[in-house]
């Protein structure tokens, strides 16, 4: 599967984006799906997840009643609403498709999408 993240720019504190998460292939719904994002001088760190059987979902502490993490599987799509930004949200964010279920680790194999930049001033 290959992923193609949109979505991301510059915004200011308090305010709201939406980053989507494009992928290709017909086996889309058999992935459960994730975000993460890597801050300047951070490691990686999970962020949300969707589970593809069931929908269900898993989201960090940090980001929690802030962001919405949903797909559409007949787009093909994963979104990530992002509401009431602050600066430590600042990071690149990362689509993954995961074969297995086990947020917030990456589990099984894990198949990566290019960064998006969120930028969020104050």
């Known amino acids: 599967v290959q992923l193609q993240a949109s979505g991301g720019g510059l915004v200011q504190a308090g305010g709201s984006l939406r980053l989507f998460c494009a992928a290709s292939?017909?086996?889309?719904?058999?992935?459960?799906m994730g975000w993460f994002r890597q801050a300047p001088g951070k490691d990686r760190e999970f962020v949300a997840a969707i589970n593809g059987g069931d929908f269900r979902t898993y989201y960090a502490d940090s980001v929690k009643g802030r962001f919405t993490i949903s797909r559409d599987n007949a787009k093909n799509t994963v979104y990530l609403q992002m509401n009431n930004l602050a600066p430590e949200d600042t990071a690149v964010y990362y689509c993954a498709a995961l074969t297995e279920w086990d947020p917030p680790i990456p589990a099984g194999d894990v198949y990566w999408g290019q960064g998006t930049q969120v930028t969020v001033s104050s």
């Open positions: 292939g017909r086996t889309f719904s058999r992935y459960h």
